[in-house]
């Protein structure tokens, strides 16, 4: 009996023992494939020696050179941040609608392609501080506008103002100028060619068109204001959690904006057309 009682009592010290070590085992994340699922974004880039960057081409952001290669400004920013951290660099070029869906499923490590911060964009992402500001612009004609360099100029019954169909530039249209009468097309460059025809006094636009589109045209376009109507905030995007990757990222830019290379990369890509004639002819 009393031996029969040892054994059960052994038994019962055996199993609660395994029971112990099982537990254990699952707080301590033994087993490679808990190891592996608890890899940061920024331990996993660090091994690889390469970052994985989606990109979307959009010029002038990303596009392709005559070389077939890529280039822009946010080809800049990925390689110098890339060569700034010692790592490879690779891109992957996706489609703008399935730009996030592309990180969440970890395709890439990280979007870099002008992506602006959003409240509904920032429920499935995490965004860095920003790295650019995208600016909401007035171009005027200057036969028909030249003499016209405030911003009240334009809120005129007479004044006509042509945006894109659908984009934010119809709300700051109507919001800034409510007296003029707002002209909608379906794409900017026929906003363009409304004002260059003269057919309205000016076109509300995104940068860096009205800056590309004034140095085409600088005999007939003008920009009277330089406060923009509108301004967004371009920035890193990482899946949500990987707290130590966002500290390192927003280190990174905020070392880049001090030091003003950000700016100048932006200066050269938003408000020159040096880089045009490398750029291939179907973009």
Same mark, same amino acid.
């Given at each position: 009996? $009393?031996?029969?009682?040892?054994?059960?009592?052994?038994? $019962?010290?055996?199993?609660?023992?395994?029971?112990?070590c099982s537990? +254990?085992?699952?707080?301590?994340?033994?087993?490679?494939?808990?190891? %592996?699922?608890?890899?940061?974004?920024?331990?996993?880039?660090?091994?690889?020696?390469?970052?994985?960057?989606?990109v979307s081409? !959009?010029?002038?952001?990303?596009?392709?050179?005559?070389?077939?290669?890529?280039?822009? @400004?946010?080809?800049?920013?990925?390689?110098?941040?890339?060569?700034? +951290?010692?790592?490879e660099i690779?891109?992957?070029? %996706?489609?703008?609608?399935?730009?996030?869906?592309?990180?969440?499923?970890?395709?890439?490590?990280?979007? $870099?392609?002008?992506?602006?911060?959003?409240?509904?964009?920032?429920?499935?992402?995490?965004?860095?501080?920003?790295?650019?500001?995208?600016?909401?612009?007035?171009?005027?004609?200057?036969?028909?506008?030249?003499?016209?360099?405030?911003?009240?100029?334009?809120?005129? *019954?007479?004044?006509?103002?042509?945006?894109?169909?659908?984009?934010?530039?119809?709300?700051?249209?109507?919001?800034? !100028?409510?007296?003029?009468?707002?002209?909608? !097309?379906?794409?900017?460059?026929?906003? @363009?060619?409304?004002?260059?025809?003269?057919?309205?006094?000016?076109?509300?636009?995104?940068?860096?068109?009205?800056?590309?589109?004034?140095?085409?045209?600088?005999?007939?376009? @003008?920009?009277?204001?330089?406060?923009?109507?509108?301004?967004?905030?371009?920035?890193? *995007? $990482?899946?949500?959690?990987? %707290?130590?990757?966002?500290?390192? @990222?927003?280190?990174?830019?905020?070392?880049? %904006?001090?030091?003003?290379?950000?700016?100048?990369?932006?200066?050269?890509?938003?408000?020159?057309?040096?880089?045009?004639?490398?750029?291939?002819?179907?973009?």
């Amino acid at each position: 009996m $009393i031996f029969e009682r040892k054994h059960i009592l052994a038994g $019962i010290c055996s199993v609660f023992m395994a029971g112990i070590c099982s537990v +254990a085992l699952i707080l301590s994340g033994c087993g490679s494939a808990s190891e %592996t699922a608890r890899t940061s974004l920024l331990d996993q880039i660090k091994q690889r020696g390469t970052i994985r960057v989606g990109v979307s081409t !959009f010029v002038p952001w990303a596009m392709r050179n005559k070389q077939g290669e890529l280039v822009g @400004f946010e080809v800049d920013v990925a390689s110098r941040l890339a060569a700034d +951290a010692g790592l490879e660099i690779e891109f992957i070029p %996706t489609a703008w609608d399935g730009i996030i869906p592309g990180l969440l499923a970890g395709k890439f490590d990280v979007i $870099i392609a002008g992506m602006s911060i959003t409240p509904a964009r920032n429920l499935s992402v995490n965004f860095t501080r920003p790295y650019s500001h995208s600016e909401l612009l007035l171009a005027a004609s200057r036969d028909e506008a030249g003499h016209l360099v405030d911003r009240e100029d334009y809120d005129r *019954a007479d004044m006509t103002i042509a945006v894109r169909r659908g984009s934010t530039s119809v709300q700051a249209a109507r919001k800034n !100028f409510p007296s003029a009468t707002i002209q909608q !097309f379906d794409d900017d460059i026929l906003a @363009f060619q409304e004002v260059l025809n003269g057919n309205a006094e000016a076109v509300i636009a995104s940068s860096p068109k009205p800056e590309h589109e004034v140095l085409r045209n600088s005999d007939r376009l @003008f920009i009277p204001f330089d406060e923009p109507l509108d301004r967004g905030a371009e920035a890193i *995007a $990482i899946r949500q959690g990987e %707290t130590d990757a966002l500290n390192f @990222f927003d280190n990174w830019i905020l070392l880049r %904006t001090e030091d003003g290379w950000l700016k100048e990369r932006r200066d050269y890509w938003f408000k020159t057309l040096d880089w045009e004639d490398d750029v291939a002819a179907d973009q």
